[in-house]
């Protein structure tokens, strides 16, 4: 039913899945890490173990039925674009869920697979409430830091600008030098208005 297939005994899990391993290590990394692009630093981190992601996708899922790259780009919007898993480790995850039972294909348009979570996948996600909870804690948490680092740049610029009005209007400023200063200041924002 899915089209791409384990060797098994390459690896193990972590606990979580007896008997199963926690997914092929790829030439980009881990197993599980930062994807195609990631957030902070120029080399890959691990981000989830296997059996973490599994959680995550199987969440994402249960949330409504997704195509793969539908999966990928929650992931993105959630975190802000700060963590990317390519579809390396993507689409081999969905083959393990499917052969563990916890989603299967549903009939969709087009070439791409549609899944959707089972009753048994349902059960399992229950049974890992707290775990899937503080998972997606930790990808908000990750979306929130990197809006704030985003954000820097243009605090910075506006503090910029306080500063040298303060400095030059504290320091004296005749009525043709403040009205330049004031056209300048409208033409800024009328050019960032119209980005």
């Known amino acids: 039913m899915f089209g791409h297939r384990y060797t098994h005994g390459e690896g193990h899990g972590r606990g979580r899945f007896p008997g199963r391993h926690?997914?092929?290590?790829h030439r980009h990394g881990g197993d599980e890490g930062f994807g195609?692009?990631?957030f902070?630093?120029?080399?890959r981190q691990r981000m989830f173990d296997g059996g973490?992601?599994?959680?995550v996708l199987l969440k994402l899922i249960a949330d409504k039925p997704r195509h793969g790259y539908d999966v990928i780009r929650a992931i993105e919007e959630r975190t802000a674009g700060a963590?990317?898993?390519?579809?390396g480790m993507i689409y081999p995850t969905l083959t393990m869920l499917g052969e563990m039972g916890f989603i299967e294909e549903q009939t969709a348009e087009g070439a791409r697979k549609l899944f959707?979570?089972?009753?048994e996948g349902t059960a399992h996600l229950e049974e890992h409430a707290e775990e899937v909870v503080a998972l997606f804690a930790k990808l908000d948490a990750l979306g929130r830091e990197r809006e704030r680092v985003?954000?820097?740049?243009i605090r910075r610029a506006m503090l910029n600008l306080r500063s040298v009005l303060q400095h030059r209007l504290g320091s004296g400023i005749d009525k043709d030098?403040?009205?330049?200063?004031?056209?300048?200041i409208d033409e800024a924002a009328s050019k960032i208005e119209r980005l």
Not at 52 to 55: M, T, Y
Not at 177 to 184: C, D, G, P, T, Y
């Open 22 to 25: 926690a997914g092929p290590r």
């Open 36 to 38: 195609e692009r990631g």
């Open 40 to 43: 902070g630093r120029g080399r």
């Open 52 to 55: 973490d992601l599994r959680l």
């Open 83 to 87: 963590y990317v898993p390519s579809p």
């Open 116 to 119: 959707a979570i089972t009753a």
């Open 150 to 153: 985003d954000a820097v740049p």
């Open 177 to 184: 030098k403040l009205h330049e200063v004031v056209a300048l």
